[in-house]
């Protein structure tokens, strides 16, 4: 009987140590950095930005002809309004579109000129024009609708923040891309690149000013191939054709708040806030599951690029590198098993944005990089672009990437930091007209913290 008792006692201990270390863990503080950065999280998202600069009523009905202005707030308020209805319902996505696709024509476009694997924009529609032509056929209003962004300063989504919040179209705000190349192809540079200006303009609000992570990085992503068209364009132009004035603004050297994404990653904290709730998981999962712990570990691997350090690392255009998410297999994450998993998985993620970000930031840095050797006057020798380049102003320097130059000399070149996803492993623009075919053999610009050291070492 004695050793009956003692197994019982055994076993007893065994059963009761899991649920022991489990309450432990519940009982635990969140971390101080996780909670302070839970905080400045929340506190960030209590200011809201004026509602009559926001971009998100016209790029939710930018798929719809004919809607006037002072139409939107009404079709806004009955989209959210059947939004609102259908959650009550259970009917999770359901609204997808405006009520609007059933009182104006809607505009069919797949945008599929011009993407981003496609290398040149301007040499793909000049292979195509017909086609690319066909595709703009009816769209002069849709145009129009995205050359109006430009006016807004900030983009909020008009939807109640949840786990199936609807988005626009956004993919439409790039459709008129390859209709910018199509006028240059036809003769009309002037429409071309003031197209152009407007839409990188618009696309840096969206970089640096929306209250989502997928907003910026379309922005980036339109910024990037907007500067990419640009210097195409330019690198076909004399030196005497006048750019609109607008473009001196639009392809500006980028500044450290576009590319850090703190804002649209506060925003990004925001939506997810709302998601975790012990209602947004399984029953069985609930007892493995703390909203308040988990929107905590979001809040810290969200601010990271936000940090003195990351953005010092992006003031001198180094590859960011941050901080590691925290592991999985810590006490706290006993009694959080659940938001430790979810958050491990999406953590490595942000590093990528980031990096991509980056790379969006060289490539207008780049046509800015244009812009100024433009002007500048040549001289004999095959070696005056490299003369001209030495030069280089130190505001519009990558205190770490090497502009180097194509071996055909028809092109400078970046480091791309996003290595995993980009099609090409440079950031390329094309050199100005007068330019072209000056660069006999590799190149590459001293960095402003090595001024005084030999040329850096070829293209390999």
């Given at each position: 009987m004695k050793g009956w008792k003692t197994s019982a006692i055994v076993l007893g201990a065994l059963l009761g140590l899991p649920v022991l270390i489990w309450g432990i863990s519940r009982a635990l503080p969140v971390p101080e950095a996780q909670a302070r950065a839970l905080e400045d999280m929340r506190q960030a998202g209590e200011s809201a930005p004026s509602p009559q600069d926001n971009a998100f009523p016209a790029i939710w009905l930018l798929p719809y002809d004919g809607v006037a202005e002072?139409?939107?707030?009404?079709?806004?308020?009955?989209?959210?309004?059947?939004?609102?209805?259908?959650m009550a319902r259970g009917a999770d996505g359901e609204v997808q579109d405006s009520v609007a696709g059933d009182r104006f024509p809607a505009i069919s476009s797949q945008t599929r000129w011009c993407r981003r694997d496609t290398g040149s924009c301007l040499e793909q529609v000049?292979?195509?024009?017909?086609?690319?032509?066909?595709?703009?056929?009816?769209?002069?209003?849709?145009?129009?609708?995205?050359?109006?962004?430009?006016?807004?300063?900030?983009?909020?989504?008009?939807?109640?923040?949840?786990a199936h919040m609807p988005f626009p179209r956004l993919a439409l705000v790039m459709e008129r891309t390859s209709a910018h190349a199509l006028a240059h192809v036809h003769g009309d540079s002037q429409a071309a690149l003031k197209g152009v200006c407007e839409d990188a303009m618009s696309a840096r609000m969206l970089m640096r000013r929306s209250d989502s992570l997928l907003v910026a990085a379309v922005g980036g992503a339109w910024a990037e191939r907007s500067a990419s068209l640009f210097t195409d364009i330019l690198s076909e132009l004399p030196r005497q054709e006048r750019l609109p004035a607008l473009c001196a603004t639009a392809f500006a050297p980028p500044a450290v708040a576009e590319l850090d994404m703190c804002h649209p990653l506060r925003g990004e904290f925001a939506y997810q806030a709302a998601s975790m709730t012990s209602a947004s998981v399984e029953p069985y999962q609930?007892?493995?599951?703390?909203?308040?712990?988990?929107?905590?570990?979001?809040?810290?691997?969200?601010?990271?690029?936000?940090?003195?350090?990351?953005?010092?690392?992006?003031?001198?255009?180094?590859?960011?590198?941050?901080?590691?998410?925290?592991?999985?297999?810590?006490?706290?994450?006993?009694?959080?098993?659940?938001?430790?998993?979810?958050?491990?998985?999406?953590?490595?993620?942000?590093?990528?944005?980031?990096?991509?970000?980056?790379?969006?930031?060289?490539?207008?840095?780049?046509?800015?990089?244009?812009?100024?050797?433009?002007?500048?006057?040549?001289?004999?020798?095959?070696?005056?672009?490299?003369?001209?380049?030495?030069?280089?102003?130190?505001?519009?320097?990558?205190?770490?990437?090497?502009?180097?130059?194509?071996?055909?000399?028809?092109?400078l070149e970046l480091e791309r930091y996003d290595t995993a996803g980009a099609p090409q492993g440079r950031v390329r623009a094309s050199l100005p007209l007068h330019w072209r075919g000056r660069v006999t053999r590799s190149l590459c610009v001293r960095s402003a913290s090595n001024a005084d050291t030999p040329a850096c070492a070829p293209v390999r």
């Open positions: 002072d139409q939107w707030a009404e079709l806004l308020a009955e989209d959210v309004a059947r939004h609102r209805d259908a000049r292979k195509h024009q017909e086609a690319v032509a066909a595709d703009h056929a009816g769209h002069d209003a849709l145009h129009e609708r995205v050359a109006a962004l430009s006016r807004y300063g900030h983009y909020r989504n008009g939807f109640t923040l949840e609930r007892g493995f599951f703390s909203a308040e712990k988990t929107q905590a570990r979001a809040a810290w691997l969200l601010s990271r690029s936000c940090s003195a350090s990351a953005q010092a690392q992006i003031h001198e255009d180094e590859r960011v590198q941050l901080p590691a998410p925290p592991p999985v297999w810590d006490p706290h994450c006993v009694a959080n098993l659940t938001g430790c998993i979810v958050m491990g998985i999406d953590g490595p993620d942000y590093e990528v944005y980031v990096h991509r970000m980056q790379d969006h930031g060289a490539q207008l840095r780049l046509a800015a990089i244009m812009m100024w050797l433009r002007e500048q006057p040549l001289t004999q020798g095959d070696d005056n672009a490299l003369t001209a380049l030495a030069e280089l102003p130190s505001w519009l320097r990558s205190p770490s990437r090497e502009l180097r130059g194509t071996p055909a000399g028809d092109a």
